[in-house]
Every structure is written in C-alpha cells, then in structure tokens.
C-alpha cells in the first residue's frame, strides 16, 4: 500500500487481514465444506472530510479488485438507500430514528458494495459477503468474504429469507456466514485483539450458527416459546438413553394445526420441549410410520403425514434422532443440517460423489451419464448395508460370473433396484456388476494374489478386494466399492484427483514475475512455494525444470531479502506414476 495511505492499514490491518482473517475463515468453513474455498479482503470508504486519506482503500491490494472500480460507490448507496423499501419508517424518538436510517445507510452500502463485485463475476461462480461497517479514522472498513458459489449451490438450500418481517437463514452455510461476519466486525472494533479469538473458537462459532439456523426450524412451529432453545434441547434428547438404549425416532416441527398432519395419538397435557427426560421417555413410541408432532416448544402426541405436502410452504421440517449424540434436520425429505456431539455440519454423502464420478470417468473410458447415475444409486443403497457388502464393477463381469459360479450365485444379468440392492447385499460375499448396473452374480467369493498392499488392521472383506483388485486390475476396467462392518467405506482404485493443467502453467508464470520486481515479494515467493509443494504429484519433468531455475535465479537476485523467513524446499522432480490422465484440460 502507498507510503500516504490511512495509517489504520499500515499499523496493523495488513497483518491481521492477510494472515489472522484469511486463516479463521479457512479454519470455519472447511469444517463444513472445504470446497467453499473462503478468501477474505477489507474496503475501506473515507466518509469524513479529509484531504490527508484516499477516498478508497483496499487491503491486501492483490485482493483482484481495484480502487478504481469502486470510484462510485457512494453515489451507489445513495441511491439504493433512497429507493430501500423500510426507508419511510419513522421511529418516535429521536435517538431511535437516527439508528434506524444508519442502517438504512449501512444497507444501501453493502449492497452496492455487492453489485460491483459480481460485476466482475462473470462466469456466476463466486458469492460475496459483506460484513456490517466499523467505523475507524474517518473510514467505514467493510469485510468482504468470497465463496464458491458452485460448492454453495452442491447443497440442499430453503427459498424464504423471512418470516412476517423477521430474516431468517436459508441453510446452514448461510448462518455461518452471517456468524463469521458478525465475528468479523467485532474483531475490527479492538485491533489489538486481533483475529486469535475467533481461531480458538471455530467450534464456538459453528455451534452459534446451528444454533441461529435451529431459529428458522423453530420459527416454522409458530410458538415463538420454542425458539431459542431448540437446538440445545435437540442436543440433550439425543445425548440421553432410556433403559440403556440409543435414542432413535423423529419429530415432525410444524403449527400445530398443520393441513398436512394427522395427530394419531394425542396428549392429554402436552410435553415441553424442555423436558428432555420426559421427550425421550415418548421418543420411544414413534417408529417408521408415525412422529413426535411438536411446534418446537410443546409436543401434542403422535402423528403422520398425510396428503401431498407442498415445500414452497417451509412450515414442515422433520428432526431425525440417527444415534446417541446425533441427530438430523431435513425439509421434504432433504437433509439441511447433521449435529454430532452438539458440533454441526452440512449433511454429505457417505461417499464423495464427484471423485466417484471422475474417477469412474478415468476407469471406465466412455462412460455415460446415465451408467454413472445408475451406479452411484447402488453405492449408496449398498452403504446403507448394517453388516458391511462389497460390490465389484467390471468390464469382465460375464466372464467373472461364469468363472467364479461355484464360489457365489450367478444369474441372468438384471438391472438391480433399490429393494434387490438391499436384499442381494444381505448375504455374504461380492455383488459383481458391469458398467450398466446390471448384476451378474451374487455372495460371490473373490480370489486373488497375496500383496504387500493389504491392511493387517482392517477386516477379511477389504483384504480380499485388494487382493482381487491387484490381481485382475490389468485385465480390464475394474472397481470395487467396500461397505465394512465398521462403517468405513473404501473405493478402489482411490484415484489421485485431477487439476487443471492451466492452474500449474498460471503459477509457474506468476512466480517468473516475481524476478521482473526492483524489490523481493515474500509473500508471493511463499505462497507460490507452498503450491508447488501442494501439487508435486502433478509436475512434469519441463515444470520441474522450470521450478527449480527461476526459484535459483530468485535465490541469487534477492539473497539478502531471503536471509529472512522463507520457505526452503528441495529440488522437485516428476513422479513416476503421473501421466496425462491426471490432469482435466
């Protein structure tokens, strides 16, 4: 930043936004999604009558944004603030009004401050945040977030943001946003304190977002008794056991005189929902066919869904006791939020679809969309199997059935559905597939060769797909998916991921820059080393090369500059095991 530049940035902003800032939101949000990619920057608008500053101010200034591009910023929230729909409210006392139309102010801000960031979006892949203003040396200083957009919308997501005039979160991923933010601006007021409280307390943070997301559940109940507890009281529920058992069954949060909801058993006197003991003790009466009915703050008795359920409503959720200490929130059917031992987190896949389907694309070459989606429906039918399965997919299915018919059950192939699934992976032994679905044999015994690859500390069922695998992976596409007893879920082959090449030539061009300047950018030596280091796999011996000549000829031409902390790394070399097919592009 210039050397005129406010004083606020130069003491102090700089650090704590490049490194305490940046690090926080990477530690909170890929807790709950490490694609959301998180990347945090300040603006700062000079709002006092100052010949001394710059009317804008932007740190880190590699933020990708210009000060210029923001030239119109004020002149925008003006405008937007005029036309802000709450803008003719008029508060009775003074004090209360002049709040009231800094808000107003503040809104009209923030959303000008977003147009002009998804201006230069232009590919729609990126979602921008803008925390609340603080007020310092004459500047309002915004935190903006960025997050993938794409990775937000892989998630289940409600429509409405209010309910009567009150805001309400979307998801899960929004309440988090929103806790961050907030977390953000509470920073800024003490400099001093930096970013370190919010690194300590992630988990903190997370717990207050499901707590605040638990409002919008609650709210959909319309006792508003209920409204601040509810979470917590989900937490004790699932922690308690009756008579030594787990608690499991479901709650169906709705008013109480929902047109969707048929009470089956009612109470005399309703439960609180404060009364855990009490709540569990009734847990163990629903079942499959019927739910706890309750508005988040009582519960009426049992009741059933009835009739089509129409979810642009969103005044029906369910809560799924799954296990002790854990528990799920869903909206027609779709999982919003998972709480394990009182921490949130996005509800996932047992297995991660995308690397599945990218890894099958690399396996089994011209595979269709369909195949795909055919194949993805039995994985995650058969990780839902208790007692653990395992299924095998090859090109050599036919082959495979007839050679092993005396150690399983062939049949005539069959497409499975979801209930032969579930039977067919009942019984020991492999279910064997081709690329179609179609099932070929059944409990199928699988030989195979001894391998140093297996593990002494896993089960029968993965050692015998890795020998499988080992011995017959050259004889044509193959892949074996494997269900433990344990829980634990295996893909073989466990593919590397593919990168798009484009990303390594861009950094190799980047780091050559760094030679063009009179004066050493440590930072961008750094993290330039530290992405070499985190794609060594995918270099080849060119890229290599390259490296390791421009960071000696850096080395040389800055050697007094890098006496000072900087990553030291050894020569890179090419794998032996990477080719082209690990690269997207």
Known sequence: MNGDTIDLFMWGYQRHMNISFQVSAEQVFKKIDWRLDPKVFFLGILVDNRDDRHPICLEPEDCGF???QFSYVKSLAAELSSTDQDGSIRHSHPLA????????????????????????DFEDEIDYHVASPVYLEGFLIFTVLSLSSLAIKEHYSLVKNKYDRFPIFRSLTEAVIASFLNACSFELKDPNRGFAEVMKRADELLRDAGRQFMYTIATAGGNFDGLHRFYDACNEIASLRYEGAIGLGSILIAP????NIKLTLELDRPIKMTDFRMVRKFLEVSDNSSAIVSDSALIYGLGEIR???NPKDENLFTVNFTNHFTWLVLHDNNPLMEVEYRQPKLPSDKIDREKLY??????????SKKQLDDLWEVAMEACGQKH???????DEAKTEADRLGKQGFSVKPIKLTESMVRKVTSIDGAVLLDRDANCHAIGVILDGLATEKGDPSRGARYNSAIRYYEKFKDAGALAILIVSEDGMIN????????????????????FKKILEETTLDKKAFN????FFNSIRFYLRQDECDMINDTRKEIEVKFETDLKMAHIVCDDFVPNAKMNDTYYMD
Do not use: N
């Not at 990218?358 to 595979?367: E, L, P, Q, V, Y």
């Not at 893909?491 to 980047?510: G, N």
């Not at 993290?527 to 530290?530: A, G, K």
């Open 66 to 68: 210009s000060t210029f």
């Open 97 to 120: 009004q002049d709040r009231y139309e800094q808000r107003i102010a503040e809104r009209g801000y923030i959303d000008a401050i977003k147009r002009i960031l998804k201006q230069s």
């Open 256 to 259: 109480r005189d929902h047109k």
């Open 307 to 309: 009739g089509k359920y």
């Open 358 to 367: 990218s890894d099958f694309r690399r396996i089994f070459k011209g595979i």
């Open 388 to 394: 653990g399965t395992m299924i095998v997919i090859s």
């Open 491 to 510: 893909v073989l082959p466990d593919l590397i991921p593919q990168i798009k090449h484009s990303k390594i030539e861009y950094a190799i061009d980047d």
């Open 527 to 530: 993290m330039s080393m530290h």
